[in-house]
């Protein structure tokens, strides 16, 4: 039977709306009582509406990560796709920072993550054949990463390495990067669609929906912090 069935677009669905999902919950329900009300309990943990929110929300990371491979591998200008990445973490960093309380937050938000491990593809890429080179940049980025602080940190880098390392060993790839998410173990459902893919674009064609993707994190962001403002408990 053939399962591969979900295109690019789909995959960036559903990214977008278990992120939402997640902070939904984290940034503005997490003191509902509603929302913290016990549903059933698995050994001696509670499953609550907002446990639930945040398990969804643990699928975005990893198929955000799997759809920078993809980019890199199939677009057509890799110099403008990495500067799209950071204008867009650029322009996320003051929601970023409203939702987590203030206008200055000690971590960055997750576009800078996402640059990062971009960044790691390239130099994969522009330093095949220099083994000094590709290690010192891979290093390098890396160092970044930890004092950068961006979401997800230095292990989100290596793990956008790792799916493009292991892009053509899928059962290998999932195993593996469900392993390095550790106690985010949830996250690794997320290679059930990724294993669902086509290799097809989808119905995210041309600039408009193309930007309209990016514009959606930071105004979430910012949609969350007004309504966590005005309507919070």
């Given at each position: 039977?053939?399962?591969?069935i979900?295109?690019?677009?789909?995959?960036?669905?559903?990214a977008?709306?278990?992120?939402?999902?997640?902070?939904?919950?984290?940034?503005?329900w997490?003191?509902?009582p509603?929302f913290?009300?016990?549903?059933?309990?698995?050994?001696h943990?509670?499953?609550?509406?907002?446990v639930l929110?945040?398990?969804?929300?643990?699928?975005a990371?990893p198929?955000f990560c799997?759809?920078?491979?993809?980019?890199?591998?199939?677009?057509?200008?890799?110099?403008?796709?990495?500067?799209?990445?950071?204008?867009?973490?650029?322009?996320s960093?003051?929601?970023?920072n409203?939702?987590?309380?203030?206008?200055?937050?000690?971590t960055?938000?997750?576009?800078?993550?996402?640059?990062l491990?971009?960044?790691?593809?390239?130099?994969?890429?522009?330093f095949?054949?220099?083994k000094?080179a590709l290690a010192?940049s891979?290093?390098?980025?890396f160092v970044v990463?930890?004092f950068?602080?961006?979401d997800?940190?230095?292990?989100?880098?290596g793990?956008?390495?790792l799916?493009?390392?292991?892009?053509?060993q899928k059962l290998l790839q999932a195993?593996?990067g469900?392993?390095?998410?550790?106690?985010?173990?949830?996250?690794?459902?997320a290679?059930?669609?990724i294993n669902?893919?086509?290799?097809?674009r989808?119905?995210?064609?041309?600039?408009?929906?193309k930007?309209?993707?990016?514009?959606?994190?930071?105004?979430h962001?910012?949609a969350?912090?007004?309504?966590?403002?005005h309507?919070?408990r």
């Amino acid at each position: 039977m053939n399962v591969k069935i979900l295109s690019g677009s789909h995959l960036k669905l559903l990214a977008v709306i278990s992120m939402l999902a997640d902070h939904l919950a984290a940034f503005w329900w997490h003191s509902w009582p509603e929302f913290q009300t016990v549903l059933f309990t698995i050994g001696h943990r509670a499953v609550t509406p907002f446990v639930l929110l945040r398990l969804v929300g643990r699928i975005a990371f990893p198929l955000f990560c799997f759809l920078i491979v993809e980019g890199f591998l199939h677009t057509r200008d890799r110099r403008r796709y990495g500067i799209n990445l950071g204008v867009f973490a650029l322009l996320s960093e003051i929601p970023w920072n409203l939702v987590h309380g203030g206008w200055l937050f000690p971590t960055q938000n997750v576009f800078f993550t996402l640059l990062l491990g971009y960044l790691g593809l390239c130099a994969i890429e522009r330093f095949r054949e220099n083994k000094g080179a590709l290690a010192a940049s891979l290093i390098g980025l890396f160092v970044v990463s930890i004092f950068l602080r961006a979401d997800y940190g230095c292990s989100g880098y290596g793990f956008i390495l790792l799916l493009y390392a292991l892009r053509e060993q899928k059962l290998l790839q999932a195993v593996v990067g469900s392993c390095v998410l550790g106690t985010k173990w949830i996250a690794g459902m997320a290679f059930i669609p990724i294993n669902m893919y086509n290799g097809q674009r989808g119905f995210v064609k041309g600039p408009v929906w193309k930007y309209a993707f990016y514009l959606f994190y930071p105004l979430h962001l910012l949609a969350i912090w007004w309504l966590a403002a005005h309507y919070g408990r």
